[in-house]
């Protein structure tokens, strides 16, 4: 390497070492730059364990002697080289030579912004230089950060949204979505959408969740730069951007992570921590300084160069446990005896302060699926720090409710009301995700029983208790229009669905759920507190009957939820009120415009003195078979 062609500082490697260097992507990887009059490309590699490594590429005939990298006399482990031959666009790898063993390995840059497109696996060369036209966004977005708002979240895998059958059914581009998706979004009132994984992977059957380009979004449907520009039409559609973010495992793709320098570098050594039997991937090793700094600094990348809006933590139980998913024997407890992975939950808190500390507008999410406490609650109060948690239990207890027949629900009734007694012990998003529609679960119209009338009423039912119970919103990319296929990565959405009546008028539900969410502050104002909550009646098992109240900062917003699960209309079925006054029908799922029967209270409806349910005064409700009604004081 020229001497003095760096761009780490004496002060750069020691944060990097100390597991305190949040912009390593800054600094590692490959970066264009000037030298001694020279334009060139700057290489810095981690690899501590390596006896040589050199830079191979299109530029050198991938030639393992013309480039060789030199390592800094500073113990780091850092090895750096200038080469004038490189310039944007220019393929490479590193190749390493280990002291372990002879070990040798051609690895891609674990820096690198973009990669080839699978199943080629060379890192690229690449300026992130871009231009923005979201400023209003971001401003708004900072102005707005404490807030409190509606999150009403779109989860959408890239390669299947709509794919072009007449082009060899290909996925759609990151521009070609631009086109598409944020009219649609818009259309259909979501406040976000959140990407399954988009970083670089080789096994598209992974969904994204087994990543080996940390830094880059995939190639499959673009540039760096493309996927800037889908993020900033969105924006400037006015909807917020989340990214699923994967810092619990990565692949043992050759040109990956996996044994970099010819040890176990990035993830444990000891297979009890480092390897995950679930998905056959490795473990990272979050006690280790630089495997931090690393991390950390991928997740403050998103936020810095892509103005994400969110990250969506993926299984973080599978890091909190070192007994996750493990056998008796396949784990050690922790040097208080236990079953908690410290090194994971002070990464967890670190990244969160972090993130937070410098974009204090956004938000992590965690998807946790355990009863662990406080994980959306801050550090300095002994949380984790997240934003919001995924309400998995709230999930399969719903759809285990609706998956009954109605003749049965009699004896159900805890399961769909059991949520609410845990619901204000976390910051919960409510999620009906990708998981629930594969392998076998059948799409969500499917889990629904009855002919094809009540499967329908049924998902306007479930999409209706959703939408009133507390917490933010997540639903799956197809369930909006009642998709009857499961979710298969390889196929386009079944849009030709819509041109059915019923697939449409479920459309027009969410849209107007989406659109009262986001009009009707006590649906959002305190989603996370219990004062935002309040049963009127919980205990009508006979005839499937749920009510309550959702109620905003003013006492004027409070509306009512009262829903009847069962196919059977109900006439003047009598509910409780705080006081005297009408209460008007603002939304019916039985409506005519999204298929229903049209049972109705078509007129408000006046409260009398007549005590019901605890309170002095009561109102007499028709309820529409298997419909649920949103009623507001006037």
Known sequence: MAEGASLLSEYDVHLFREGKHYHLYKKFGSHLMEYQGKQGVYFAVWAPNAETVSVIGDFNGWDRQTNPMKPRNDESGIWEAFIPEAKNGSMYKYFIRSHNNGYEAEKGDPFAFKWETPPNTASVVWDLEGTWNDGDWMKKRKKEAQKKKPYSVYELHVGSWRRKPEEDNRSLTYRELAEELPAYLNEMGFTHVEFMPVMEHPFFGSWGYQVTGYFAPSSRFGSPQDFMHLIDALHQAGIGVILDWVPSHFPSDL????????????EHADPRKGFHPDWQSYIFNYGRNEVRSFLISNSVFWLDKFHVDGLRVDAVASM???DYSRKEGEWETNENGGNENLEAISFLKEFNETVYGEFPDIVTIAEESTAWPMVSKPTYMGGLGFGQKWMMGWMHDTLQYFQEDPIHRKYHQNTITFSTTYAFTENFMLPLSHDEVVYGK???LNKMPGDEWNKFANLRSLYAYMYGHPGTKLLFMGAEFGQRTEWDHDSSLDWHETNNAPNRQIQETLKALNRLYKEEPALYEKSFESEGFEWIDINDH?????????????EKDTIMVVCNLTPVPRENYRIGVP??????EIFNSDSEEFGGSNVSNREPVEAKPLPTHGKDNSIALTLPPMGVVYLKKQ
């Open 542 to 554: 006979e005839n499937s009957i749920i009510s309550f109240l959702r109620k905003g900062e003013k």
């Open 320 to 322: 909190l446990y070192l």
């Open 255 to 266: 040109h990956g992570l996996h044994y970099f320098d010819g040890t176990f570098l990035y």
């Open 579 to 584: 006081e005297t006054g009408k209460w008007k």
């Open 442 to 444: 059948q799409a969500i």
